[in-house]
């Protein structure tokens, strides 16, 4: 009979294993956009542009930068960095700043347009200009190796589809300093899934829509059947697990929207005579051009 003690080991080191995995970073180098030597103009203005993407003034306190840095528009470098919703700001920046190095040194040196993905942010860099752009590919996938047991699969695919179509909508809502949201669902396994999705916050509610429709096609092919699954486009992605994966009490609540102030209305006189009270109302004469 197998003991409790070897079974508990078991799942311990599964849960590393698939901990780890999904630390695992991800960088694709865009080869059509071409190369930038050592020590040229474009390599120093993209050394001089990622080192300072996390200074305040390029970023907001929800997680995103971006920035662009040089004079002659061919060799001018774009930049973007987004976090995760629930990462700490010092967290989110030390992510920033540390996967430059991974992508611009050892991944995709010399490359004039780069993407990296990490466990709690994403960098990009190009020779154009990225902002406002609503991009698909390219597109990293992971699945947690799991599965779902058999007997649950429909009832867990069901509670899914839903949780992520609730997380898809709130993100795809969110202003222009975040486009964010967490969730979770009971599926009829008494299994809890969580999950989040989240778009660059400076596209449209539509694009972060359309995006993440297309990033949750993509789960046939990366994740059924799985408990637990992440895909990320260069303007969105998603994830979904069945253990506590954020932190919610870390997420920054943003600023109410502005009070929004009406002029008073028009004074009134109200004048009392003999047989009624009569209200006088000013008029005005407008002139139209």
């Not at 700043?97 to 942010?121: D, L």
Request: proline share 6%; glycine share 6%.
């Amino acid at each position: 009979m197998v003991s409790s003690r070897f079974l508990f080991s078991i799942a311990i080191l599964l849960l590393i294993m698939i901990t780890q995995a999904f630390a695992q970073p991800a960088h694709f180098c865009i080869n059509n956009r071409g190369n930038c030597t050592t020590n040229s103009t474009y390599h120093t203005n993209l050394n001089t542009l990622l080192s300072s993407l996390t200074y305040n003034k390029n970023g907001n306190a929800y997680g995103f930068y971006h920035s662009t840095y040089g004079q002659n528009s061919d060799d001018q470098v774009y930049a973007i960095g987004l976090c995760r919703g629930d990462v700490k700001s010092k967290d989110c920046r030390s992510c920033l700043n540390n996967s430059r190095y991974g992508i611009t040194q050892r991944y995709c040196p010399n490359k004039k347009e780069a993407i990296g993905w990490y466990s709690n942010c994403m960098l990009r860099y190009s020779n154009r200009s990225m902002y406002g752009v609503m991009e698909t590919k390219p597109s990293f996938d992971i699945r947690n190796p799991q599965n779902v047991s058999s007997s649950g699969v429909d009832g867990f695919n069901q509670e899914l589809r839903k949780l992520l179509e609730s997380v898809r909508s709130k993100a795809a809502a969110g202003g222009s300093l975040r486009k964010f949201a967490y969730g979770n669902a009971t599926a009829p396994t008494f299994q809890t899934i969580f999950a989040i999705a989240q778009c660059t916050p400076e596209i449209s509610e539509q694009a972060c829509s359309d995006c993440l429709v297309g990033a949750f096609g993509e789960i046939p092919e990366c994740c059924i059947e799985k408990v637990g699954g992440r895909v990320s486009r260069p303007s969105c992605n998603f994830r979904f697990e069945v253990y506590r994966f954020i932190e919610p009490k870390m997420i920054l609540q943003l600023p109410s929207p502005p009070l929004i102030l009406f002029p008073p209305p028009p004074s009134t006189n109200i004048t009392t005579v003999s047989g009624g009270t009569y209200m006088f109302v000013p008029l005005f004469r407008y002139k139209v051009n």
